[in-house]
């Protein structure tokens, strides 16, 4: 035989939600004097604190010099294969990178595949890849998503180089100093 579960019938004020209202309005009525916490974005865009992992993008040296030289760490460490680069020699009419062995040809992050994880930036050797403060990418088609190379740089430009490797390197074989 089927139990049957006799059910408490609602009392005025419940029926009414008038308790229910007077609690929204007083949770309401306390942060309305209260600072904002929300932004309104897109108009009003938020401060990026520093260290923050946007968009990963590919950095010059202060004399605007490519420093990515192809090794494809990135590509081999990065969990969801969205960097595909494709390397190739330094052109020679670039006398002031004569001490780079390659460059990339080609320097594609996919932006669906990309998960922010900054493995590229902590791997690379040259200090070529960066997480720096563009958060929001959109686009209507999948290729749109591809970050080329030339969209790299745009997004990356010029950083602070402390190290000056080919410089030195330069400096060094001037010098009959050189190891190679
Ligand atoms: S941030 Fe992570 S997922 Fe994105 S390109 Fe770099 S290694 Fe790949
Ligand atoms: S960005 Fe850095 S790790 Fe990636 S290929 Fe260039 S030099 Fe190598």
Known sequence: ?????????????????????VAGMKVTLKHLFKPNVTLEYPDVRPAIPPGYRGV??????????????????????????????????????????AHVEKGPQAFDIDMLRCIYCGLCQEVCPEEAIFLQNTFSMAGYTRAEMVNDKAKLYELGGTLPDQ?????????????????H
């Open 163 to 179: 190290h000056f490797k080919w410089d030195k390197k330069k400096a060094a074989e001037e010098h009959g100093n050189a190891h």
């Open 56 to 97: 990963p993008t590919l950095v010059k040296d202060p004399n605007g010099r490519e420093k990515c030289v192809s090794c494809q760490l990135c590509e081999f460490v990065c969990p969801p294969k969205a960097i595909r680069i494709t390397p190739g020699e330094v052109p020679a009419d670039q006398p002031q990178r």
């Open 1 to 21: 035989m089927a139990y049957v579960v006799e059910r408490k019938s609602l009392s005025l004020s419940e029926r009414l939600y008038l308790p229910q209202i």
